[in-house]
């Protein structure tokens, strides 16, 4: 259950933030309302989903051009924002990470391939096609496996030789828009980790690539999700949890009473969401 308190505070000076935001924090202005919101791994999902409907080139193209929304956990609470998507929940995923004794949620399940949305209509192409489809301007999901949310930096796993999805959207000229849950955010260079695998030689168990998202990417986590609806400043305060709060985040906002009030009936708006699969 989300705890969300709002108060009235006055703070002065500027806090360096020197990590998940990476630039400087503006102060808590006197009248200015604070929140706090906890979040699920699914509700943040479920949140950044949201937000993507309310983002203004998504708006757009909904009207006219062109979007793919790539296989993926995040992705298919995108899909059933944008076109209903209703499937099983491990239909619209291929690579995916379970804990050790948890088989593959995608087994025997009927297969679903990238959506592709043109003029606001959903069409049947292959994943290829989807691709080709695409031009500047158009948009493609892509989420990711990690984040370096102050470099600005994504990565996903990829097992296919060729590189899979990662290696098809090297090719369009859309715009590629990563949405990604801040429960992924790591430290270091993710630069650094990919060139570490690709040297990898053949190891006990195997073990996956990490392809790096080109810088050009737009990331897109929880807090841009609350960006979409409100005119706030949002910050990290607390990861993790027990009782199913494990992997979550909490987030600490604060701005306008009534832009904060706008972001709180986003998150009550989440509230409750099931685990993507149990």
């Known amino acids: 259950m989300m705890s969300a308190i709002a108060l009235f505070v006055a703070c002065t000076g500027e806090v360096k933030d020197s990590g998940a935001t990476g ?121 990711a496996n990690l984040l370096n949310y102050e470099k600005k930096q994504a990565a996903a796993c990829i097992g296919a030789p060729s590189g899979g999805t990662m290696a098809l959207i090297q090719e369009t000229e859309a715009h590629v828009i990563v949405p990604v849950g801040l429960e992924k955010e790591t430290f270091g260079d993710l630069h650094a980790y990919a060139k570490l695998f690709d040297n990898c030689p053949e190891g006990i168990t195997p073990t996956p690539r ?37 992997g979550g985040i909490s987030l600490i906002i604060y701005g306008k009473p009534e832009e904060v009030q706008k972001a709180l009936d986003l998150v009550a708006s989440v509230q409750g969401e099931a685990p993507f699969v149990k």
């Open 210 to 246: 990490i392809w790096v998202h080109s810088e050009n990417v737009e990331i897109f986590t929880e807090i841009e999700a609350l960006k979409t609806v409100a005119t706030i400043n949002v910050a990290p305060y607390a990861a993790g949890g027990i009782a199913g709060r494990e």
């Open 23 to 143: 630039q400087s924090l503006p102060k808590i202005e006197e009248g200015d309302a604070v929140a706090n919101v906890n979040l699920t791994v699914a509700e943040g999902k479920r949140l950044i989903a949201k937000g993507i409907v309310n983002h203004p080139q998504i708006k757009r193209l909904l009207q006219k051009g062109t979007i793919v929304i790539t296989n993926g956990t995040t992705n298919t609470y995108i899909a059933e924002e944008l076109v209903n998507l209703d499937v099983p929940h491990g239909s619209f995923v291929t690579g995916h990470i379970t804990p050790s004794d948890r088989g593959n949620i995608s087994e025997g399940l009927p297969r679903t391939s990238y959506i592709t949305i043109v003029d606001g209509e959903r069409v049947e192409l292959s994943a290829a096609e989807a691709m080709q489809k695409t031009q500047k301007g158009d948009v493609v999901f892509k989420g």
